[in-house]
């Protein structure tokens, strides 16, 4: 139990931080996340899906419904592109209250390769009829949530599904999708929360009205009160995060860096315009220097950034704080809503330094 | 919270569950473990480690100390074997009272494929001394634990360390080990608990006296009072798990199943001898029927089983129970000891199964 603020999990939320897994900060290192460091929110079981059976339909308000295999999907023209994705609920445990799902506290995110085809031709080669609202992604994994038995579905606005960025990929870091990230195809929506990113994809269906589907209409919204239809979450908000310096206890997890000039590194992104500026504290957000930025990444991607720190001894708080050129920064504080999304709050990171020695 | 138990769990527990991350159960599908999948238990931070200097000392009492780079570790004879690995602490959330540490339930196991070379060979030839006690293995891991500054590192009776079959592994599943399981090398003891199979590998030490190290000596022993100087871990416990069948609850985590023939399939593993049977209950251990074992495994990898269930509408628990060559079957109870260590009482999947349609 946390001496200072009482806060203890069920075992609700403890099954699924079993299952469901956070980058460790010091993965922030590698530019593309390894398969298996990425994070992972599976809502039900990974689906057992026979790659030479499977197909993936396109079908509702199109003139000519398709079924492609993966042979057809990888006949199509190739992409590949970095992709930052995070969680809508990352940052969820350090909201108060807090709602009770998966614990995330700051790790749910993730940059890797993904390989794959454009959705945007082949909607159009479908014949997607002109009055389409919404187009909604259906994977194969299957469960009950909020008493309604589903295969994860999710639905995004005609104009975002047409975008050129978008991608059915097949490939993670230049391997087939691990099962636990769609294999054999999943979607890949840049700048989207990881909610729209459909894995173990099997089907495409266009809409003439809004997708009234679960996890459009009941879950990943943010509600200001349990009454409030409220919004739906869209796009990732600005954020950035730093690799914890020195070295940790097993537990609890506390820093201990030694005195002296320490270069802390880490990585911004946002979903609503390129990082343009990542300021730096070591005393918890009083006194703020300007990063050094990595070079521009792609779209979607995020971007390095170093600071250096003088240590003394003592303790410290090091915090990061990202703007991009939407002018969108990142606040001191969450923004609270009843579901425990999109906390873009600045990370703070405790550091014990030792004497000198 | 849990009503029936009142079980909540607290942050440092919850710190520990973000990063080490269990196989979740479907998983046990796959005879070998995809990394990404494979359980992963990390005391300390994932090392940076360069491979292109990076060296593996062979020190101590021997002859002629060695230093090999990963370029003569690969021009060396290349094994492969499945191993089976678990976690020592795994089941510790089922033993009350539950010692404070990564609250592992179930799933802290994982089956891969690992490709290296003997490390037998390799002591002959460094010379090691007849009179070895111990055999250290020390990682790039490093971290406070126990009050204790500390490169990971623990140690081997001399006489298992010369066994034919371990390995100094550089392959998980034809793959350069993933940065999460060692990069690039790691320590592999078919049969026993995970501690033993050492990360990110960078010195074998040779000891004339027993190794008084702190994941031998205070960690990773089995001790009935916190003043029980205790005994090591080693060898894995025989155990079995079946993969839940039909589809789970989002949150809190049930399952459901239509009535029916289910096909019930699992693993079943064991340290000390072949596994010779696995009995099936789908009564909470009432009464039991023997399971169909699947093909004899290479010596430490999992033996796939399978049972036929007739399900009935109603709420069922489903078990398992394992039987090795050495005699040794599973508990239907946790031998409780101050760790949470070892423990290797029978699974208890709880499954609601609809009326008939």
């Known amino acids: ?13 403890l099954d699924l931080a079993a299952r469901n897994h956070a980058m460790p900060l010091e993965a922030l290192r590698y530019d593309l996340t390894p398969a298996g460091l990425h994070y992972l929110l599976i809502h039900y079981d990974i689906p057992d899906v026979d790659p030479a059976i499977w197909r993936l339909a396109v079908a509702g308000a199109v003139e000519t419904p398709l079924s492609l295999s993966l042979e057809d999907l990888r006949a199509r023209p190739r992409v590949s592109a970095a992709v930052t994705l995070e969680c809508a609920g990352n940052g969820r445990t350090l909201m108060e209250p807090r709602a009770i799902s998966q614990p995330w506290a700051l790790g749910a995110v993730g940059n890797a390769e993904w390989t794959g085809t454009p959705l945007a031709p082949i909607l159009r080669e479908a014949g997607m009829s002109p009055d389409a609202v919404d187009v909604a992604f259906a ?10 038995e589903q295969d994860y579905e999710r639905g995004l606005p005609a104009a975002e599904a047409l975008r050129e960025d978008l991608l059915l990929a097949y490939e993670m870091n230049g391997q087939p999708l691990p099962p636990q990230h769609g294999f054999p195809l999943r979607l890949v929506v840049p700048g ?13 269906r266009v809409l003439e009205e809004a997708f009234a589907g679960y996890q ?28 914890p310096p020195g070295h940790p206890t097993f537990q609890p997890r506390v820093r201990h860096a030694d005195p002296g000039r320490i270069e802390v590194r880490g990585r911004a992104w946002s979903g609503s315009g390129a990082i343009v500026n990542v300021a730096f504290s070591a005393d918890g957000g009083r006194t703020w220097i300007d990063s050094e930025l990595g070079p521009e990444p792609t779209p979607g991607a995020w971007r390095s950034w170093t600071a250096v720190w003088h240590a003394e001894p003592g303790e410290h708080e090091l915090c990061c704080r990202a703007t991009d050129a939407s002018g969108a920064t990142q606040p001191m504080e969450p923004d609270w809503n009843v579901g425990g999304y999109t906390n873009n709050a600045i990370q703070r990171v405790p550091v014990v330094v030792a004497a000198r020695r």
């Open 1 to 13: 139990m946390d001496e200072t603020t009482g806060t203890l999990y069920g075992p609700e939320e």
């Open 139 to 148: 994977g194969s994994d299957h469960g009950l949530e909020g008493d309604i």
């Open 192 to 204: 989207w929360y990881g909610m729209a990113h459909v894995k173990w994809l099997r089907q495409i």
């Open 216 to 243: 459009n209409v009941q879950s990943y919204r943010i509600r200001a009160a349990e009454d409030d239809p409220g919004r739906p979450i869209q796009r990732i908000q600005v954020r950035s995060l730093l690799l």
